[in-house]
């Protein structure tokens, strides 16, 4: 078998498999497919952004200097002379003793200057409405309340860049500017192969010494909030030409191939010889815990990822390489999630040397700072213990005592990496 280095840093690691996947070309979608995508192409509005000077209030529009001596106790009086609702607009002259009625987002009229809201000007005649005096006891000034044109983009500017995460509030933005569809990286396909003569599907109640195949579902679930598209393709027995078939086929429909199970040096662990005889193997074992055992190499031109069988151990295989590298191929540019130091709620200790991700609960306490409660049961086998903890707790290499009191990184679960804290 080819000799790779026998345990590499969870960094190595991560750093070799993203520079063996590359960016995904891009599709065309509408923008409501785009949400929390990354933009492929720098978008530009067709109009400005206003595309005219508008009020920003329901008020009374007039020329700042109509008001110019306006007091308390000596307010200035003005007929109202029309009124624009949002989608008129008034062409016409403004006298100095006038003023128009004007609703919020209807064009600034061009013999006005400023927008005095209905709030602080009082009717003396009529309801307010064309044909009524209202009084003004306060100065305004030229601008106010006034939306001008072209105040967020003119007509040709790029709006969106090329690379940027695509938000709700951009999607808003997009479509005020005219852009309904936009290029956006392609989802990878990701085909999931969990490998295991004991593995039946969830659906069945296991037999003797069986047990269902929770990987895969974990690992699509994982595809999917990375952005992926995942696809449980049938369980592999323990054999080697069985797995070998079933790797072989993935990699020419799929982007990305993912198995659980039969990565260590077991008698029936198989992806290593798998990946070895049909391709190319760039890695068997990485310096962390849960999950040494994490295969990684190419087949027919497809990274073929051999996550270990244990629960804890595939999911942060997952997180910790496969995730960044699904983001990579959608264009993201972050890869690192946020992270947050906690002091330890109890005692810890570690002999095993590897890195460890122990699972734990972060709470905040009053004084701002985190404590961290680790999970009562750490076993490798098992999803629970992470669906009710919200992030790993770093424990470093080498062996270590850490006593309650002790300040740990701690790595946030299902946060965006995006997220500043
Ligand atoms: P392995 O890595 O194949 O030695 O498996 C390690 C442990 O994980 C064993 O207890 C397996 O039964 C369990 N396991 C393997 N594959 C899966 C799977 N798809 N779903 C749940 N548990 C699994
Ligand atoms: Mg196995």
Excluded: W
């Excluded at 040709?156 to 690379?163: L, M, N, P, Y």
């Amino acid at each position: 078998m080819t000799v790779v280095p026998e345990m590499i840093s969870l960094e190595d690691a991560r750093a070799l498999v993203l520079s063996h996947v590359e960016l995904l070309d891009a599709e065309e979608v509408g923008v409501l497919e785009v949400i929390g995508r990354v933009a492929a192409e720098n978008l530009k509005s067709d109009i400005d952004i206003a595309p005219f000077a508008h009020s920003a209030m329901d008020g009374f529009a007039v020329r700042a200097a109509q008001l110019a001596n306006a007091a308390p106790d000596a307010s200035v009086e003005l007929d109202v002379i029309e009124e624009i609702p949002a989608g008129s607009f008034y062409e016409g002259e403004i006298g100095d003793t006038e003023c128009v009625r004007i609703m919020t987002g209807a064009p600034l009229p061009d013999a006005a200057d400023s927008i005095v809201k209905y709030e602080i000007v009082s009717v003396v005649a009529g309801d307010g409405r064309k044909g009524s005096r209202v009084a003004f006891s306060k100065p305004a000034s030229a601008g106010d309340n006034i939306r001008s044109a072209g105040e967020e983009a003119k007509a040709g500017e790029v709006i969106v860049h090329a690379g940027e995460v695509i938000h709700s509030a951009g999607v808003g933005f997009l479509t005020s500017c005219g852009v309904t569809r936009c290029k956006t990286y392609r989802r990878p396909k990701v085909a999931i192969i969990a490998t295991g003569s004991e593995l039946v599907d969830p659906t069945k109640v296991p037999g003797k010494g069986q047990i269902r195949n929770s990987n895969s579902y974990a690992l699509a679930a994982c595809a999917i909030d990375a952005g992926a598209l995942p696809t449980v393709l049938p369980i592999s027995a323990d054999d080697f030409d069985t797995l070998k078939a079933a790797v072989m086929a993935a990699t020419s429909d799929y982007d990305f191939v993912i198995t659980s199970g039969g990565a260590a040096n077991g008698d029936y662990d198989f992806i290593k010889k798998v990946v070895d005889d049909a391709g190319e193997l760039l890695m068997t074992t990485v310096n962390m815990r849960p999950g040494k055992a994490q295969t990684f190499g190419i087949v027919n031109g497809t990274p073929v990822f051999g996550l270990p069988g244990n629960p804890a151990a595939a999911y942060l295989g997952f997180e910790m390489i496969i995730r960044p590298a699904l983001r990579k191929m959608q264009g993201y540019s972050h890869f690192e999630r946020p992270h947050i130091s906690a002091k330890l709620a109890s005692d810890t200790k570690k002999k095993d040397p590897r890195r460890i991700f122990d699972r734990g609960t972060l709470t905040k306490e009053a004084d701002g700072s985190y404590v961290v409660t680790p999970a009562k049961n750490q076993s490798s086998g098992l999803f629970g213990p992470i669906q009710r903890s919200n992030c790993f707790i770093v424990l470093p290499e080498g062996p270590g005592q850490y006593p309650a009191g002790t300040v740990l990184d701690c790595v946030l679960l299902d946060i965006p990496e995006e997220v500043v804290l």
